[in-house]
Structure formats: C-alpha cells, structure tokens
C-alpha cells in the first residue's frame, strides 16, 4: 500500500508541475498559483463540510498551517530559480528535498534493508538524472543554487509536516483544507506586492478564462498528491514513501515526451530506467 499510494503522489505531482510549467508560459506564476490553489480550496472546503470534516479540528493542524506556509515559499524560490537557471541544474538540485523526510524518518528510529537502501540510491539518481543535469556549459548563478537548495528545504519540509497533520482521513481533508487556505492567503500577499512593485498578475489579453480546467486540475492534483503521500507515510515507512513520491520528476520528463514531442536525452532515458529499477527495489525489498 505505501507503493502504490506513493507512486501515484508521484504520477499526480508529476503531472501537476507539467501542467503548471505549461500555465506559466502564457500566465504569471504568482496568479497560476493563487488561482489553482483557490480551487482546490472550495472543493476541499464542500467536502470537509459533507464530511463533518470540522469535529477533527485540533492542534494537528499547526502542522497543515505550517505547511500552507513553506508550500509558496519553496514554489516561487524554484521558480526564481528557474528564471535564473540553467533548468538542467535547477530542476535535478531540487530533488534533494527527499533528504528532509528520509532524515525525519531516520531520526525516528527507521532502518530500511541492504536492499532498500539500495533502492533509494538508484532510484534518487535516477531522478537526477532523469532531470537532465547540465554537466557543461555557462556558470550557474550563486543565488539561483541558493534558491533552488530553498526550494529543496521547502519541499522536503511540507513533505514531513502534512505527514503529522491528520490520523485519519477525515482529519486529512480538513488539514489539507487548511493547508490550502494558507497556501492563497501567502499567495495572494505576494501576488499583491509584486503588482503593487509593477509586476503583473495577468497576461496582455486578460484573465485566461480557457485555462480554468487546466487550472483547476493543476490545483487539484497537486492537493490530491499531499493526500496520498500522506496515506503512503503512514502505511508504512516514510524513508520508503518519500524515496518512491520523489519520482514525479520522471512523469513530468516523460508527460513532456508524450505530449510536447520533446526527445529525452541519453542521460534522461537512463535516468528513467534506474528511477524504475530503484522504484522495483524498493518495492520488494
């Protein structure tokens, strides 16, 4: 169960940042963001009050807030840091972020076999690799490395917190709830500061109505993926979810093949295969 809930983080997340990276293209990141985000909050907000979702409210929820709170800010870090580049540093270097949940579980007492361990060196090369790292080529900006370790730290942190921020699944919709609405207030603060600065929150033809499904699934995806790794984290062992829901990468790699026709480099194509090599290792170790 920890495999497949945590497989399918992956497949979800992977997604949700192809469809993310296509969005921005033509729509400010800021706005992408504030607006996914607000839709998946009105959704998950008809389901906590369907549920009853709101007799789980507790101090657990500190952990959802928290994690409403370094979810922007580790997005708009790799997206600066994407600006600055180049992608085939920025997006592998941001695949350190599992070393924060594989340290919290660590810390907590797990040990993974000789052939998990295995598993989770292959299968976090494979990532990287699968990123495309730039091996040669211009000198990376000093900072754009900062943001980019930013992001790491940010993702790999929301990663453990949403892991302490419910017990059962009803709690799990209301703190994804409130990761959500914590996730627009922050959003929506730095939205209104980069206007205010002369930034601009929509694209030279207006609001992109057309856009809204893919808006609406980028929030939604992305929210539906903190449910299952949350599930997967708790069904078994976090070093083992966190290894296994790091992969989006890979589905993003690979969406990009599939529908832009974007040929995979040799390094990509044997970034994937060691990612489902670590992924088989893992699984049965």
């Given at each position: 169960m920890t495999a497949l809930f945590a497989l399918t983080t992956s497949l979800l997340w992977g997604l949700a940042d192809f469809g993310g990276?296509?969005?921005?293209?033509?729509?400010?990141?800021?706005?992408?963001?504030?607006?996914?985000?607000?839709?998946?909050?009105?959704?998950?907000g008809a389901i906590v009050l369907a549920t009853g979702g709101w007799s789980e409210a507790g101090p657990r929820l500190w952990f959802a807030f928290a994690a409403g709170v370094v979810g922007p800010v580790a997005l708009l870090s790799f997206y600066q840091a994407l600006a600055l580049g180049p992608m085939g540093?920025?997006?592998?270097?941001?695949?350190?972020s599992v070393a924060v949940p594989v340290g919290v579980g660590l810390?907590?007492?797990?040990?993974?076999?000789?052939?998990?361990?295995?598993?989770?060196?292959?299968?976090?090369?494979?990532?990287?690799?699968?990123?495309?790292?730039?091996?040669?080529?211009?000198?990376?900006?000093?900072?754009?490395?900062?943001?980019?370790?930013?992001?790491?730290?940010?993702?790999?942190?929301?990663?453990?917190l949403i892991t302490e921020a419910s017990t059962d699944?009803?709690?799990?919709?209301?703190?994804?709830f409130v990761q959500r609405l914590t996730n627009v207030a922050v959003g929506g603060t730095a939205l209104a500061v980069s206007v205010r600065r002369g930034g601009a929150a929509l694209?030279?033809?207006?609001?992109?109505?057309?856009?809204?499904?893919?808006?609406a699934f980028v929030g939604l995806a992305d929210v539906a993926a903190n449910g299952t790794y949350a599930i997967a984290a708790r069904s078994g062992p976090v070093t083992v979810a966190a290894v296994l829901a790091s992969l989006y990468p890979v589905v993003t790699t690979l969406?990009?093949?599939?529908?832009?026709?974007e040929r995979l480099r040799a390094i990509q194509a044997a970034g994937a295969g060691l990612a489902l090599l670590g992924t088989l290792l893992l699984a049965t170790g």
């Open positions: 990276g296509l969005l921005t293209r033509r729509t400010p990141a800021l706005t992408v963001v504030v607006v996914s985000q607000s839709i998946a909050a009105v959704v998950l540093v920025v997006s592998p270097l941001a695949t350190l810390v907590l007492g797990e040990r993974p076999g000789l052939l998990q361990v295995a598993g989770i060196a292959v299968a976090v090369t494979g990532v990287v690799l699968a990123g495309g790292p730039q091996l040669r080529g211009a000198a990376v900006q000093r900072r754009a490395i900062l943001l980019t370790l930013v992001a790491a730290l940010g993702f790999g942190t929301v990663f453990a699944v009803t709690g799990l919709f209301l703190a994804l694209p030279d033809g207006g609001f992109p109505w057309s856009s809204m499904p893919a808006l969406a990009a093949r599939g529908v832009l026709s």
